[in-house]
């Protein structure tokens, strides 16, 4: 079957095979194609964690790892990350050959899951200051509500990605939370798509939008990435 979801681009990452895919009117796991011919997908069973982890083959369904990030430096693999809110990262360092990708929900990025991928890229012989980074349509800070023990949580030297709501709420910029971890890494160059998952809702799935209005709520979109032929 031909796969049509629309497609987002990263300029950061345009020398490398990747792709932010819309999720609205698509069911099930994309079409690796649409990113690398011939190549595999491989997908993890994300938990919210700070868990990266080397790859090399794509898992069998019912046996997917629980891990939030991976990257890899083996030709042919199209990584791909799940996502209605949480914010999508995808990097390479394509000087050295190695990709990676992570689902970097507030939990996730607050306990380290972005510096655990860097580090595995690392590992595979990447050089952070030539990592070009991309984070792909969040949840922007205007809809992303949330109550004081959520900000509890964060250390004063956070509070600039929170901004006072309505009595008792503040508003969390999540997309901005990641770039700033991403750039205090050093990578060589970071962007942001800008795309508020909650607001469009003609091309993104919004977990927190579908909770809002009692609809159903599984909904996800993908970005994938892949290393250069």
Known sequence: ???????LRADVLAKVPHGFLTGIGHSGEPDPEVIAAGAQLVLL???HSPTALAVDAPFA????????????STPGLVLGI???DCAPVLLADREAGVVGAAHAGWRGAHFGVIEAVVRKMEELGANR???????????????????????E?????????FTRGKPGKWQFDLPGYVT???ES??????????????????????YRRATHRGEANDGRQYSLIALPE
Request: aromatic share 10%; glycine share 4%.
């Open 153 to 161: 949580q964060f250390e004063e030297r956070h509070q600039q990605f």
């Open 45 to 47: 069973d994300q938990v």
């Open 180 to 182: 700033w971890r991403l």
């Open 185 to 206: 890494m050093k990578l060589g160059a970071v962007e942001s798509l800008g795309c508020d998952t909650y607001a469009d809702e003609t091309r993104f799935h919004s």
């Open 82 to 84: 799940r996502t209605a």
């Open 129 to 151: 200051a030539k990592i070009a980074a991309a984070i792909g349509p969040a949840i922007a800070q205007e809809n992303y509500e949330v109550g004081w023990d959520f900000c």
């Open 1 to 7: 079957m031909t796969e049509r979801r629309e497609i």
């Open 61 to 72: 369904a019912d046996a997917r790892p629980q891990a939030d990030a991976m990257a890899t």
